[in-house]
């Protein structure tokens, strides 16, 4: 708990924009740290990627590219 209490919820966190208030104040914050931690944070356990960065270089790695659905997905 102390990482998303120190990067979401204190005070001066780049997801809240003032006190929360209210029941979706707080779903607004979880949310959106939810999504920067699975998608935009860089993770140590992924050599200092982030998990899209670390997922392309694995295709990479495996196949030269990108499958389709992956593909889709990164560039929407």
Do not use: C, I
Request: hydrophobic letters at 40%.
């Amino acid at each position: 708990m102390g990482l998303f209490k120190n990067e979401a919820v204190a005070k001066g966190s780049p997801f809240r924009s003032g006190a929360l208030k209210t029941e979706s104040d707080v779903v607004e914050v979880v949310f959106d740290w939810v999504f920067w931690y699975n998608n935009d944070r860089l993770h140590s356990s992924l050599d200092h990627q982030t998990p899209e960065e670390f997922e392309r270089a694995y295709y990479d790695e495996m196949t030269g590219s990108l499958p389709d659905a992956a593909a889709h997905k990164t560039a929407a």
